[in-house]
């Protein structure tokens, strides 16, 4: 018997990581994905404005519309915690001296507490970013932006820290900004899942363990 995970995102990048890399991962499983943008501004007259989290309000929006029609469905989330708006729930109690992990998590705890801790409801923030899953290989990248004499300096900033997911929320040390720093032309919806499919799940499993971690929890849902 098939089941279904409903899968709160913030944009197209992660929208299109979860039909072509995650997705296809649980169809053996027989768990399938469907991926719901984040709504930022809903227009009574016309196409809503998609993408990005701009505030807790409207991601509660979102959430409770896709609990609310669950049925049997796990509600999870895929959004960022870099730039992740203040007034989340954990946002102004996060350990001070906590590892990266333990912040994020102890937000994620707190947004399922807000809701109610419903069985089905499974939050989950990308450490720091969707970017930091790129540098689990220090050879894809380069490659799919055709510049592998960068690889070097790619590979010293994945070798600087402990995991790729250490790789901090600082503004100008985010993923995002290291990446962007080499490689000026990237394009997060054209190159990312691009590189994250060449990378692979396993690998990025092995590098991420709170991205692993998401999905052992997923496997749990499907198998139980």
Partial sequence: MSKRALILVEGQTEERFVKDVLGPEFWAKNLYFHPTILVTKRIKDGPNFKGGVTSFAKFENDARRLLDGAGGALITTLLDYYR???????????????????????????????????????PFLALHEFEAWLFSSPSELPRVMTEPRKQSAFAAIRASVSTPEDINERPDFAPSKRIEGLFPAYKKTLHGPTTIARIGMEKIRSECPHFDDWFKKLETFAVS
């Avoid at 708006?85 to 937000?107: A, E, K, L």
């Fill in 84 to 122: 992740l708006p203040t007034d989340f729930p954990g946002m102004d109690s996060r350990p001070r001296n906590g590892t990266p992990v333990q912040r994020v998590t102890h937000i994620e705890c707190a947004i399922a507490r807000h809701f109610g801790s419903p069985k089905n409801f499974l």
